[in-house]
């Protein structure tokens, strides 16, 4: 990057990887208790590009959200992948034998919170050159 700079070339932009995303398929839970949050929550997921294999209504009302995963590499990565795009900060729960792959239990901390991301990538950038006015 700092090469292209000093050569006053265009500075190449990342773009979003969907290789990049974890394919351990996602089941939101609404336990917010809160009409339609888990549907916000699955629109903004696929996204981004993590694959949603459905949505439901939790058993239980929560205050708080969690990531319930099976224990497996793929799961865990997939939930650190959920904390970190979305700023969730949840804690991830291993339960092998309740859990398949993924669980995002959206609580009533989300329900107004929204779900946009919060990683670089969600910026829209444009690239520029050092010659480039940025006042016009």
């Known amino acids: 990057?700092?090469?292209?700079?000093?050569?006053?070339?265009?500075?190449?932009?990342?773009?979003?990887?969907?290789?990049?995303?974890?394919?351990?398929?996602?089941?939101?839970?609404?336990?917010?208790?809160?009409?339609?949050?888990?549907?916000?929550?699955r629109n903004a997921l696929v996204n981004e590009g993590f694959i949603v294999s459905g949505v439901a209504l939790a058993e239980t009302v929560d205050d708080t959200t969690r990531i319930l995963v099976d224990g497996t590499p793929e799961a865990l990565e997939a939930a650190k992948a959920l904390n970190k795009k979305f700023g969730f900060d949840a804690?991830?729960?291993?339960?092998?034998?309740?859990?398949?792959?993924?669980?995002?239990?959206?609580?009533?901390?989300?329900?107004?919170?929204?779900f946009e991301p919060v990683t670089p990538d969600a910026v829209k950038a444009t690239t520029r050159t050092a010659s480039d006015s940025l006042c016009t």
Not at 9 to 22: A, C, I, L, N, R
Not at 91 to 114: H, N
């Open 1 to 41: 990057i700092f090469a292209a700079i000093a050569k006053d070339q265009e500075v190449p932009v990342e773009s979003k990887d969907e290789t990049s995303m974890p394919k351990t398929p996602v089941k939101v839970l609404n336990a917010a208790g809160v009409d339609g949050v888990a549907t916000l929550a």
């Open 91 to 114: 804690e991830i729960i291993e339960q092998p034998t309740d859990v398949q792959g993924v669980q995002l239990s959206v609580g009533s901390d989300r329900a107004t919170a929204g």
